[in-house]
């Protein structure tokens, strides 16, 4: 499992490509999205400022919402509740930590397609995204423009 080389940007961008784009999505630097009917699936690599680790942001933009003040309408951060898959799911994000690089590429690839393409998959249609803001315990991530598209009042 140990390496002397770590995985660099460009590997973590291959590996995201062999998820992504076999399923459609078009990719434009660290972006990738998918135009459906209803909703814009995206997905992001950000690299944080600190260190040599990325986040895995995604989300949806619901098309009838004309508005560019926001990345994604509803966003999201591949991670987990679960402390150790969070711990586990931020080292493999981390490519200074000599985590072999198959080992990562599988275990990030697990993680993608069982957390962010899981969740991307249940967001198709206004009801879907209805459902999703409805589950949630507060709003204050959710955009006005989206609340007030939907007629949901802020709780």
């Known amino acids: 499992m140990i390496s002397t080389d770590s995985m660099d940007k460009k590997q973590l961008l291959n590996v995201v490509d062999s998820i992504l784009l076999p399923l ?3 990719r434009k ?11 814009t699936k995206g997905v992001d690599l950000q690299r944080s400022r600190f260190a040599n680790r990325y986040y895995l942001n995604y989300g949806v933009d619901i098309n009838d919402i004309k508005d560019d003040n926001f ?20 080292d493999l994000l981390l ?6 690089d198959n080992y990562r590429s599988d275990k990030l ?11 991307l998959s249940e967001l198709n ?31």
Do not use: C
């Open 24 to 26: 459609g999505y078009k």
């Open 29 to 39: 630097n660290s972006r990738w999205q998918l135009v459906g009917a209803v909703v």
């Open 71 to 90: 990345s994604y309408h509803l966003f999201f951060q591949l991670g987990s509740g679960d402390k150790e898959i969070q711990k586990e799911i931020m």
């Open 95 to 100: 490519l200074d930590n000599n985590i072999e």
């Open 109 to 119: 690839t697990f993680y993608i397609k069982e957390i962010m393409l899981k969740k």
């Open 125 to 155: 249609t206004h009801e879907d995204i209805v459902a999703d803001i409805s589950s949630r315990s507060f709003f204050s991530i959710i955009p006005r423009v989206v609340l007030d598209f939907y007629e949901i009042k802020p709780r």
